[in-house]
């Protein structure tokens, strides 16, 4: 069962699905927060039911390809990181205030619904996320009202009438990682110049690596710190990376976000087949959604936050059986 409504609706079809007994692929997020998550994957677990989540940056064949070097031990010891995603889906002033920008609907802003995807990548790339010191805000504090039955989330309205944004168009956050890794996470809708700009920069104590989705096909990586060789080699997708040969005939042929949706269904079908578990999954997103959750405290508070560790969720750091 595949479920890609609006947020509100996630949690209740969500547990609907589970109480049915039926397999169910979710797009993110699962809750408006950390507590209908919870309850989603508290019903999952009870059904016994295998589950998926939408988030498909993971599988990127040069995502895959840095989370086994960083796995192998290639960079060494990790140090510190960087994580955006920025995209300008809301950079319009008068772009139409739809259910995104309403807290009842949507939850979170560009911290639930853009943050989520680094706080996933970054976790499944390097380590789960302990503590968080985050920081949020709107940068267009109006929007025009959509009328009812018209138009789409990017609608444009002229001279309409205006009612406030309920949640965040900006999040950023330090994070520690579960070991020695620090780092520095961000988030914007409202931002001008970037389309999909999720990516990563990941520096370990012998070399590190470099990636975005808008060259989705392309790492970047460093592994000597002297001679002839040392900087940025660029690395062009190929059949080492992930599922890249499913898709690709040979090195250097591009694939696209179509492709990672493919994935996606293809490692829920085999876990609903018990071929192998390799799929990100429920206890994945409540682990994601605490992180969240984490960071909106830390913005009301101005404190650390610490992020509690979530029972299952592995980030593909490991198989499941």
């Known amino acids: 069962m595949s479920i890609c409504a609006p947020n509100v609706l996630h949690h209740e079809i969500g547990i609907a699905a589970a109480k049915a007994g039926k397999p169910f692929w979710i797009e993110k997020p699962v809750g408006r927060g950390a507590e209908e998550t919870a309850e989603v994957a508290a019903a999952a677990r009870a059904a016994g039911v295998v589950t998926s989540i939408g988030y498909n940056y993971r599988h990127a064949p040069a995502v895959e390809r840095a989370r086994e070097l960083i796995a192998e031990g290639r960079l060494g010891r990790i140090t510190n990181v960087r994580a955006t995603f920025f995209s300008g889906y809301a ?5 139409a205030l739809s259910w995104r920008f309403k807290r009842d609907l949507a939850g979170h802003g560009a911290l639930g619904d853009l943050m989520s995807h680094v706080v996933d990548l970054v976790s499944y790339v390097v380590a789960p996320i302990s503590e968080v010191s985050a920081l949020t805000s709107t940068v267009y504090t109006e929007r025009p009202i959509l009328p009812m039955g018209s138009g789409t989330h990017f609608a444009v309205i002229e001279n309409g009438e205006m009612a406030q944004v309920e949640n965040d168009d900006y999040a950023a956050a330090l994070v520690r990682f579960h070991g020695d ?7 914007s809708r409202t931002i001008v110049g970037p389309q999909c700009g999720i990516g990563f920069e990941i520096y370990g104590t012998d070399g590190s690596l470099t990636w975005n989705f808008e060259r989705m096909n392309e790492l970047r990586v460093a592994l000597d710190r002297s001679g002839p060789n040392q900087g940025y080699t660029t690395v062009l997708g190929n059949g080492h990376m992930g599922d890249y040969a499913s898709f ?25 087949a018990g071929i192998e578990h390799h799929n990100s999954t429920i206890e994945d ?5 605490e992180v969240i959750s984490a960071a909106a405290a830390s913005a009301g508070s101005g404190t650390w936050e610490p992020v509690p560790d979530v029972a299952g969720a592995t980030f593909g750091h490991q198989a499941r059986s």
């Open 91 to 95: 950079s319009e002033p008068k772009g």
């Open 181 to 187: 890794a620090v780092g520095t996470l961000e988030a």
């Open 248 to 272: 690709q005939p040979g090195p250097g042929n591009s694939m696209g976000y179509d492709d990672l949706k493919v994935i996606e269904a293809k490692k829920f079908l085999a876990a609903v």
């Open 285 to 289: 997103a409540h682990a994601v959604a």
